[in-house]
Each structure stands twice: as structure tokens, then as C-alpha cells.
């Protein structure tokens, strides 16, 4: 027998020292920075309508999103100026008002749809996953990354980014700076992917569907994919929405295997119960968006209440845009050095190489 000790597990970490540990907080406490994450996307909203109002009168704006206008917001307060720390418990629940979202968006989604474009979301995300994970796990030691930051980024990077990240940070028992330099690199990559994406889908002038499917199989953050598809356009919002939610089901199968393959090495906890395992880390919010999509397929909401619905969806976006930007700090960004970054950035342009080339063929005549 080796003589070579199991680590013991390792006690809970908190990866951003800046955010408060989870733990229940009371409403009131969550109130300041939700107000906040609205007053952000509200703001974005005005200045999309005040460069209406301009460019109808003849003066130079920019032509921005609503969506867009948020994240820059969102940007520049969290880089700029020190947020005071009532605040940051609300703003914490960007993600909660985006899960949210995208459940009540299924409303614009009949049955068929979604087998349809979540079939071929299905068939598409298999082969993305066998190929990204096994170039990320190569770039990684070509640049001699830690293994289990190579197993973070390659987990991040090919599932749902820094969901998946936590997700497998205490499966694999990873060290909290793999940990924090895995989600920093995938913050970063997924704040450069919404400029690019839409930019590359215009020079190549990809329809919405074509484009939101690409977005969902592509970028790595749910909230980044669901923003870049609705900068591009409402359909490709949508359709974004649904090829990540497909992408996203895979998270807990994903960080099983890693999750097995390192406590065969000793140095993770054993999985004694996979399937309630899997159960665990899957993304109950996926439940929700096939509920919401049966109902509205089987006649249940009336014409109204499909419209009602869908203004719910738009208003629980607001805050998770405005969230988008202010989680992304540059510093946080830079102190992580250039590996993890390079290797992140390699991995995802072969993953956007590969996934729009498998979308035009798949998309060449399943829209037409």
C-alpha cells in the first residue's frame, strides 16, 4: 500500500474577498444593491432612449443597446470607484434576476422549437465538449499550468465558465488561487466576447438564429452568452438562451469525471453517490425554462399572458446585464498573470473556430 496521505478536504473558501460568503442574509440587507443593479440598468435604458431622441435630431450618437449601455455602466463604477460594501450583498443577485429571466423567456418558445433547436444544440454541444476539453487540457501543459487550473479552465471554458468553476472548485478540492485565477481568466474572456462576437457576426453577416446558436455553443458565462446574443438581436438573444441552457445541462457530468479521475489520483474526496451527485450540481433553472415552454406550447397562457411574461423577462435582464459589468474588474484581471490568460484565450478561439464552423454547416439548411 503507498504510503502517500489523502489530504484532508479543504475548508470552505471564499474566492472574492470583496463579496460577503453565502450564507442567508436578510431581505432588507439584499435591497441596497438590488435597487442598485436596477437604477444601472435603468440608466442604460434612458441613454439608449436619449441616443434615439439625438440621432432622430440630427446629432452624432452612438448607435448602443440598452444591453450594452448597462455592462459599460456596470464597468466603469466597478473599476473606477470603491462600491460601498451595503451594496454588494444585492448586487451578488444578478444572477439570481438572470436565471430568472431566461425561465420566463421560455415563454417565447414553443415545444417544437425547442426540440428542434435544442436537438441540434444537443448534437453540436456533444462534439464541442470532447474537442475543447481535450485542447484545453493540452494548452495547459504545454504551458505548464498547475493541473487542476488546467482542469478549471478546460472544466469553465467548455461548459457554462464560472458556474461550472464552482461548481467543480470543491469536487476536485482545487487551491483558491487555481480557483481565483481559472474565474478571472474566464471573466476576462467572456467581457472581450462581448465585443467581438457581434462584430465577427456582422462581417460575416450571419443571420439571428445562426448567430445566437453560435453565441450559446461559444461563449463560456450564461450571462455573457445571453448578453452577446441580445446585443446582436432579439431572436439571437433567445436562441442563445437555449443553446446555453443545453450546454449548461452538462455541468454535472462534466465535473463527475474530473471529479472521479481526481480522487483516482488521491487528491480529491471519492464520489460514494454519482447520481445524487449529478443531481446536485445540475442547473435547477433548466427545470423551469422546459416547464414554462411545455405550458406555453399546450395553449395554458393566454396571448396576454405570453405578452406579460416576456415584458417579466425583459425587466429581470436589467439587473443581470448591470450585474455582467460590475463583477468584471480589470485588476483583478491583471494581477493573475499572462499563462492562464493565454492559454484561455488560445482554448476559446478554438472553441469559436470550431463551433462556427459546425453552426453554418448545421444552420445551412436547418433554417432555411
Known amino acids: 500500500m503507498s504510503s502517500q496521505t489523502i489530504p484532508p478536504p479543504a475548508p470552505a473558501r471564499r474566492i472574492r474577498p470583496d463579496l460577503p460568503p453565502r450564507r442567508a442574509l436578510p431581505l432588507l440587507a439584499l435591497l441596497p444593491g438590488t435597487l442598485f443593479l436596477f437604477a444601472i440598468g435603468l440608466a442604460g435604458k434612458s441613454l439608449e432612449s436619449f441616443g434615439h431622441y439625438l440621432r432622430a435630431h440630427h446629432h452624432p450618437f452612438p448607435q448602443v443597446e440598452y444591453v450594452l449601455w448597462a455592462i459599460i455602466l456596470g464597468l466603469v463604477l466597478s473599476n473606477l470607484f470603491t462600491l460601498p460594501r451595503i451594496l454588494l450583498p444585492g448586487i451578488a443577485t444578478y ?24 436537438g441540434l444544440s444537443l448534437l453540436l454541444v456533444g462534439i464541442e465538449l470532447v474537442l475543447s476539453l481535450s485542447v484545453m487540457t493540452l494548452l495547459g501543459r504545454i504551458f505548464r499550468l498547475s493541473p487542476k487550473l488546467t482542469s ?9 465558465g464560472v458556474t461550472a468553476i464552482m461548481a467543480a472548485q470543491s469536487a476536485i478540492d482545487s487551491a483558491e488561487e487555481d480557483t481565483s485565477t481559472a474565474i478571472a481568466a474566464i471573466l476576462a474572456l467572456g467581457a472581450l466576447a462581448l465585443f467581438t462576437f457581434p462584430a465577427i457576426g456582422h462581417a460575416l453577416h450571419m443571420g439571428q438564429q445562426t448567430f445566437g446558436l453560435w453565441t450559446g455553443l461559444a461563449v463560456d458565462n450564461t450571462a455573457e452568452a445571453t448578453v452577446t446574443g441580445a446585443i446582436y438581436g432579439d431572436l439571437a438573444g433567445r436562441i442563445a438562451i437555449l443553446a446555453k441552457t443545453v450546454r449548461s445541462s452538462f455541468i454535472g ?6 471529479a472521479v479521475y481526481w480522487a483516482a489520483q488521491g487528491q480529491a474526496a471519492r464520489v460514494e453517490r454519482k447520481a445524487l451527485f449529478l443531481w446536485q450540481k445540475f442547473p435547477k433553472f433548466i427545470l423551469g425554462f422546459a416547464v414554462i415552454s411545455l405550458l406555453a406550447s399546450i395553449g395554458f397562457f393566454t396571448p396576454g399572458q405570453l405578452t406579460s411574461l416576456g415584458n417579466l423577462s425583459r425587466w429581470a435582464f436589467l439587473p443581470a446585464f448591470a450585474g455582467v459589468g460590475l463583477r468584471t474588474r480589470v485588476r483583478d484581471l491583471v494581477r493573475q498573470g499572462w499563462r492562464p490568460i493565454l492559454v484561455g484565450v488560445l482554448g476559446e478561439v478554438f472553441i469559436a473556430l470550431l463551433t462556427l464552423g459546425m453552426v453554418l454547416a448545421a444552420c445551412h439548411g436547418a433554417f432555411r
Open 95 to 118: 444572477e439570481l434576476w438572470l436565471k430568472l429571466g431566461i425561465v420566463l423567456v421560455a415563454a417565447r418558445f414553443i415545444l417544437s422549437d425547442v426540440l428542434r433547436i435544442g
Open 152 to 160: 478549471l479552465l478546460a472544466i469553465g471554458s467548455s461548459i457554462c
Open 253 to 258: 457530468f462534466a465535473v463527475l469525471g474530473y
